[in-house]
């Protein structure tokens, strides 16, 4: 079965500074592989997600996040932080349903919270 | 940009009535989810639903739970009899057509809490 670790519990940055989030996953197969983002209130917000092609993956806001099929990661990455990033991310690897088709769901890891230092 | 929308943001319900909850998923979308996430825990998938019957749940999905989609607009999760463990956050998504291709549309989540 799959499986989505995130080490990082909570993270701690200063605005302007580079983040990157940690994401390891564990799948039998070619991993689809996606980050969300929650703020407060908010439901989940797809930030960007990979499929095959180019490791590098570029999603909304700013983030990146580089597939590397030897170390099982897909870490997430933006290179200067704004205080709107605040906010909880998870990491998320998709399999297809039993049922066929393109249906498909998502195991998500435990979430890292960020937090944004002015 | 189109929404996935849940009501109500808040629920607190007595040990062992039932509750409803609703979602309006993106009019055009053809696959429809329930997941949920018990505070400090991980964000877990509970059923997914695809013209008009269950494709998938999971283990936590039991007897206690049923969906429906009454009127091809409205999504519904039902819990027939709560229990203290039930008390979570419950994301409804939705998705198109080639849904791996696009992702989920996630709605805000309705907090269900169970005293």
């Known amino acids: 079965a799959q499986s989505v670790t995130q080490p990082d519990i909570h993270i701690t940055v200063s605005e302007g500074a580079s983040l990157e989030l940690r994401c390891n996953y564990s799948?039998?197969?070619?991993?689809?592989l996606f980050w969300y983002v929650q703020s407060p209130g908010q439901g989940l917000q797809l930030l960007l997600k990979?499929?095959?092609?180019?490791?590098l993956v570029q999603g909304i806001k700013g983030f990146e996040a580089e597939f590397k099929r030897s170390q099982s990661s897909f870490n997430l990455r933006k290179p200067s932080v704004h205080w709107s990033d605040a906010a909880e991310y998870f990491c998320?690897?998709?399999?297809?349903?039993?049922?066929?088709?393109?249906?498909?769901?998502?195991?998500f890891g435990k979430g890292t919270l960020l937090t944004v230092n002015p | 940009e189109p929404e996935v929308t849940q009501t109500p943001s808040h629920q607190v319900t007595q040990m062992g009535q039932e509750v409803i909850l609703r979602c309006v998923p993106i009019?055009?979308?053809?696959?429809f989810y329930w997941y949920r996430q018990i505070l400090g825990q991980k964000v877990e998938f509970l059923v997914s639903?695809?013209?008009?019957?269950?494709?998938?749940k999971s283990e936590i999905f039991d007897d206690q739970f049923s969906v429906e989609r009454p009127d091809g607009s409205n999504f519904t999760l039902k819990i027939r009899s709560t229990k203290l463990e039930d008390s979570a956050m419950y994301f409804c998504?939705?998705?198109?057509?080639?849904?791996?291709?696009?992702?989920?549309?996630f709605g805000s989540g309705t907090r269900l809490t169970v005293v």
């Open positions: 009019s055009n979308h053809l696959y």
């Open positions: 799948y039998g197969a070619t991993p689809y």
């Open positions: 990979y499929f095959s092609g180019d490791t």
């Open positions: 998504a939705s998705s198109e057509w080639q849904a791996i291709n696009y992702g989920y549309t």
């Open positions: 639903f695809y013209n008009n019957e269950i494709s998938e």
């Open positions: 998320a690897v998709g399999a297809f349903l039993n049922s066929g088709g393109s249906n498909y769901k998502l195991t």
